[in-house]
């Protein structure tokens, strides 16, 4: 056997199962999130003031997940959705409460984007954060005006110690 067989055989399975467990955080590679300040948690929000003097909270950057719950409990809760973006499968082992199924592989995503409403404020999350972070941008390019992701998405929500839904929606 070749050595270059060899290597291939060997490498071969550790690739696959590197694409198996790395969830949403194989989809970039570098940060492309805009600068942005720390908070207390650790976390990035990245409010960018609109001139009418409120800061938006959601404008395309990072919240903590702390910060996200406050969100889904506040007094503006009613105008907050938050799309969970992972498989069908992963949403019913364990969601943010409230939580839309919205995952970001379905054939018919595009379609599902534009029923939403754009001036909506939408937190989104997928397994780490990464994945979610290209949808907001994407989002973005489509005319949402209010639109972040949960920093380190749903394992540091669960880690976190917040309430975990169970089911389908």
């Known amino acids: ?18 694409l198996l467990l790395g969830g949403c955080s194989t989809e970039i590679a570098e940060d492309t999130t805009p600068p942005s300040a720390s908070n207390e948690e650790g976390s990035t929000t990245t409010g960018q003031n609109d001139g009418s003097g409120e800061d938006d909270v959601c404008s395309g950057g990072e919240l903590g997940p702390r910060e996200a ?36 592989y379905a054939p018919d995503i595009d379609e599902r984007l534009d029923e939403l409403p754009r001036d ?24 949402f005006t209010s639109v972040c992701s949960i920093e380190g998405g749903w394992n540091k929500w669960n880690s976190s110690g917040l309430p975990v839904a169970e089911g389908p929606e």
Not at 4 to 16: E, G, Y
Not at 73 to 97: K, M, Q, Y
Not at 120 to 143: H, P, Q, W
């Open 120 to 143: 909506t404020t939408y937190i989104v999350y997928c397994l780490k954060g990464v994945l979610s972070a290209r949808f907001v941008d994407n989002m973005e390019s489509l005319g």
């Open 1 to 18: 056997m070749r050595f270059s067989d060899m290597l291939l055989r060997m490498a071969l399975p550790l690739m696959v199962s590197m």
């Open 69 to 104: 719950w406050e969100l889904l409990n506040g007094s503006d809760a009613d105008s907050v959705v938050f799309l969970d973006i992972r498989t069908e499968t992963e949403f019913e082992d364990g969601h943010v409460p409230g939580a839309r199924s919205f995952h970001s």
